[in-house]
């Protein structure tokens, strides 16, 4: 539980950055299984949604490279990223994996948006007259919604980083392996990938190299599950932590 110093610039990763939690939860990354508060931490390690939140609020490209909503806003096309890759050698993400998993996010029901996600995408019963979802090529995906959806409501169970985010996973990794199995070994996207957790204690994670995006500049991140705030506080106090979360109170 070594704290270091954040390398500068443009160096290669190295080091590992420790942070405290109050809870993690037990370690479920697929759709199917991942629930409060995996979520937050799921999202900004291993996960990516298909948007992100810009300061200003606005949606911004993430895993989807862009995408267009019809005048009546009933055919919304999405265009993703292309030469993405999964953790563990499961291959190109698809247009086909990120179908499975907003269907997956549904059909779990553990997800605060899920009734939500399966009206989008048309999963989990009769449907709206009209809505349907075409994959185009692996790259394209058109959804008719069948009525007019505002595009906050759809933004807000697509983005990363946010109580509600959600994020893609490999349909190839949960074929082979099931979704019990892919959940705690999971191949996602971001910049980090699950190496080890236990419960109740830690989730470790290391850097992706060569990541689409940036690649981390730490070689390791690190959740620590300490529920004592007077233990995470002193376990900054004494570097063994590089960041923890707080009380208001804790800032006095």
Do not use: C
């Not at 990516?48 to 806003?73: Q, V």
Request: avoid cysteine; proline fraction near 5%; charged fraction near 20%.
């Amino acid at each position: 539980m070594e704290a270091t110093e954040a390398p500068p610039a443009m160096a290669e990763p190295a080091g590992t950055i420790n942070m405290g939690q109050k809870e993690t939860g037990i370690f479920e990354a697929h759709p199917s299984m991942s629930s409060s508060p995996r979520i937050q931490f799921t999202s900004s390690s291993v996960g990516e949604g298909l948007i992100t939140t810009a300061p200003d609020l606005s949606a911004n490209p993430m895993l989807a490279a862009s995408w267009e909503i019809s005048e009546n806003f009933l055919e919304w096309t999405w265009n993703f990223q292309k030469g993405v890759q999964f953790h563990k050698g499961y291959g190109e993400m698809t247009t086909e994996d990120v179908l499975y998993s907003y269907q997956q996010w549904h059909e779990g029901a553990l997800h605060a948006r899920s009734g939500i996600i399966g009206e989008y995408f048309s999963v989990g019963g009769p449907g709206r007259p009209g809505a349907s979802v075409t994959v185009v090529d692996d790259y394209t995906m058109v959804v008719n919604t069948g009525t007019p959806w505002v595009q906050q409501d759809v933004f807000e169970f697509m983005r990363n980083g946010g109580g509600s985010s959600t994020w893609v996973v490999s349909k190839a990794q949960s074929d082979e392996l099931g979704a019990e199995a892919a959940s705690k070994n999971i191949a996602a996207t971001g910049p980090w990938q699950i190496e080890e957790h236990a419960s109740g204690e830690f989730w470790r994670f290391s850097a992706v190299e060569d990541h689409w995006r940036q690649s981390p500049l730490f070689d390791e991140l690190v959740y620590w599950t300490i529920p004592e705030e007077a233990a995470r506080v002193a376990g900054f106090q004494t570097g063994q932590l590089d960041s923890f979360d707080m009380a208001f109170d804790s800032l006095a």
